[in-house]
């Protein structure tokens, strides 16, 4: 069975903090692809990246950082000088290679960055 | 970005009514899915599609149907909507072999 949690529900900061949202995910397969997707107030979901299970190099993207561990089965996202903006729900998502296309989604982090 | 739209955004409709829910990709994508997401929960995959005249039924149970005649077009209809189908319902496209997918604006329904 798969499985992800985010353990985080909500999550204050104050503008230009960094801010990490954490993500564990269960899985027997041993290829699988990981991603994040945020979700603001407008409702859609807007995917920010996907990863295989063969590349734990970690990635940078403007302000926004993963870092992947296969170890520790996380993969954590982490906005750094927060803006007001990035308030969403962000959602930690799982599919395993083949076989069923389901993407399993965690119950989501809601993220609110206050002026 | 993705090519994917939703009709209606919101639809506010009586107990036993019969709805259809438009979703269509100008993208070519040859997967379509559709998920349940109630308010401050996570997503949950009701039907999918791998093609035209393709589809199968998610790991949620879900009273609706969808049909796919088109590449482009994956409508979802309830026959008899009831209170308890209320929730937002999200389409989603991917392109083979690259297993991301892309979501509409979602149609957030309520029936009365």
């Known amino acids: 069975a798969q499985k992800v949690t985010q353990a985080q529900t909500e999550i204050s900061v104050v503008e230009k903090e960094d801010v990490t949202l954490d993500c564990v995910y269960e899985t027997r397969d041993t290829t699988y692809y990981l991603f994040w997707y945020k979700q603001p107030p407008s409702g859609e979901l807007v995917f920010l990246i996907r990863?295989?299970?063969?590349?734990?190099q970690n990635e940078i993207s403007g302000r926004y950082s993963w870092n992947f561990q296969k170890s520790t089965s996380s993969f954590n996202f982490t906005i750094t000088a927060s803006q007001v903006v990035d308030s969403a729900v962000y959602f930690c998502?799982?599919?395993?290679?083949?076989?069923?296309?389901?993407?399993?989604f965690g119950k989501g982090t809601k993220l609110t960055v206050n002026p | 970005e993705a090519d994917i739209y939703q009709t209606p955004r919101y639809l506010v409709i009586g107990t036993g009514k019969k709805i259809t829910l438009e979703c269509s990709q100008t993208m070519g994508h040859d997967k379509m899915y559709w998920y349940q997401q109630d308010p401050g929960m996570e997503l949950h995959l009701i039907h999918y599609?791998?093609?035209?005249?393709?589809?199968e039924k998610g790991d949620l149970s879900s009273e609706s149907t969808v049909s796919r005649i088109r590449t482009e077009h994956f409508p979802l209809t309830l026959e008899s909507a009831r209170p308890s189908h209320t929730s937002q319902y999200l389409c989603?496209?991917?392109?083979?072999?690259?297993?991301?997918?892309?979501f509409g604006a979602g149609t957030r329904l309520s029936v009365l």
């Open positions: 990863r295989n299970s063969f590349d734990e």
């Open positions: 998502a799982l599919k395993a290679q083949g076989g069923s296309e389901k993407l399993v």
């Open positions: 989603a496209s991917s392109e083979g072999g690259r297993d991301i997918q892309y």
């Open positions: 599609s791998y093609g035209v005249n393709s589809t």
